[in-house]
């Protein structure tokens, strides 16, 4: 009922007011929300400045990254292990291989001796952890 009489209610108010009801709705539609006593929480933590202490990490879900070890960031997604029989082997991340964003080439470059190596009993995540690792130089 309020919104079928929408213009009677408009045209009343404005007689009663002497036309303020109008410049009012005018006067609000042109000034933006002001935050005036709002309290902003930024969530985000701060990003440490210090230059990255790399580490090699072989995730759960069969994800081999490169992390810092300050905070705990990835740094570079640098394969995958994949496959169950006869044995899962690791995949560098590539082009070739069906990674959307592949390796830098030196690092790509640096660790091609070690794609589609076994995971064994005798060769672990650990060793191909520390493999990677002295490939890459940070053992």
Known sequence: MISENSQVIRKLADQISGG??????????QKPPQPKGLIIHDLGGARDTSDPEPYVKVSLNNRVVLADKRSGRQLHLLGE??????????????????FFSPLPEEVSGALA???????????????????IAQHLGLS
């Open 81 to 98: 292990i994949r496959g169950s029989f006869p044995a899962p082997r690791f995949v560098l991340a590539t082009a070739e291989n069906g």
């Open 20 to 29: 303020g009801y109008t410049a009012m709705q005018q006067q609000k539609a």
């Open 113 to 131: 001796e070690l794609d589609g190596t076994q995971i064994t009993r005798d060769f672990g995540e650990k060793q191909l952890a520390a493999g």
